[in-house]
């Protein structure tokens, strides 16, 4: 795994604004640089909801190592790259502090499993502990990319954000959004396999599937009556999961749909909901 970014959907309303959802990995730990940007609806791969074995092995095999080993300097970037020994001795720190984390964590839960009558702890916390070392994907759509580029394509900005963000402006640059007029959805992740679907499950689906990358990858077989029954999940809890509703949008037209949330000229799925987590329109069910 290595960092990547590419576009899911790419529309465009007819005011002219653009709506962009894009897919895209790296370092975990420039999530917290990643989450500052407020224009962003996102959702990403939680450490509360993959079993704690998947991400030893994702740690283990792909390992997110730094990109520039810099030296120590005043002020919040690096100085010169180390070199020679110095260089072998810091990247020799990193291998021992991961691999006997690993080893650790594998010796823990392997007493666990031996152990039946002892409780294990929850992934939610072990996870935590392989964090340093993972790869994390977002999902992240937005009408305002300007700033983050800006901020995060600069040579101040740590190497392992800015090669995201570099790859991200490359995608951005490189696609050409198709036109949705009035009354058209951007759906993220529904393709020509979901043509039986009608337009509010094609709705509910594509939202179902922006939440999905905190549960699995997209790799694999799709099932939209799995995703409605993920829908319903996230809109019935106590309290709701909105989040991934903020990236299906219908273009604002300034009557029926007004532009909510985070997105110029777009309304968000989001808002067709009450707070009380019950929808304004009743939803349908997918024909087996």
């Known amino acids: 795994m290595s960092t990547s970014a590419k576009i899911i959907l790419d529309s465009i309303s007819p005011h002219g604004d653009r709506l962009t959802t894009m897919e895209v990995t790296f370092h975990r730990f420039v999530l917290a640089e990643f989450n500052t940007h407020r224009m962003f609806s996102r ?3 939680s450490s509360r909801a993959i079993p704690v074995y998947k991400m030893v092995e994702r740690a283990e095999e792909t390992p997110a190592f730094p990109l ?3 030296s120590e300097q005043k ?6 790259e180390l070199r ?5 001795l810091a990247q020799d720190l990193f291998n021992r502090v991961h691999d006997n984390t690993i080893l650790l964590v594998k010796q823990y839960l392997a007493w ?3 152990n039946d009558e002892n409780p294990q702890l929850h992934k939610s916390l072990l996870n935590r502990l392989l964090e340093p070392f993972l790869w994390h994907t977002v999902i992240v759509s937005s009408t305002e990319w300007d700033n983050f580029f800006h901020q995060r394509c600069s040579p101040l900005a740590q190497p392992e954000i800015k090669a995201a963000a570099e790859l991200m402006r490359e995608a951005y640059e490189a696609s050409t959004p198709h036109l949705l007029n009035h009354g058209q959805w951007h759906t993220p992740y529904i393709d020509e396999h979901d043509h039986a679907l009608t337009d509010q499950q094609k709705q509910f689906v594509s939202a179902a599937r922006c939440a999905r990358v905190s549960y699995l990858t997209h790799d694999g077989v799709r099932d ?3 995703d409605l029954e993920l829908f319903h999940r996230l809109i019935s809890a106590r309290p709701g999961h909105w989040s991934p509703l903020e990236h299906v949008a219908i273009p604002a037209d300034g009557g029926r749909w007004k532009a909510k949330g985070n997105f110029k000229g777009w309304a ?3 808002h067709e909901f009450e707070p009380q987590g019950r929808p ?3 939803i349908e069910e997918v024909d087996e």
Do not use: F, K, T, Y
């Open 75 to 80: 002020g919040m970037q690096g100085g010169e």
């Open 224 to 226: 939209p009556s799995h």
């Open 112 to 114: 666990v499993h031996a």
């Open 68 to 70: 520039v080993w810099a």
């Open 43 to 45: 959702n990403s791969a």
């Open 268 to 270: 968000q799925l989001r």
């Open 280 to 282: 304004v329109v009743e």
């Open 84 to 88: 020679g020994d110095d260089l072998d």
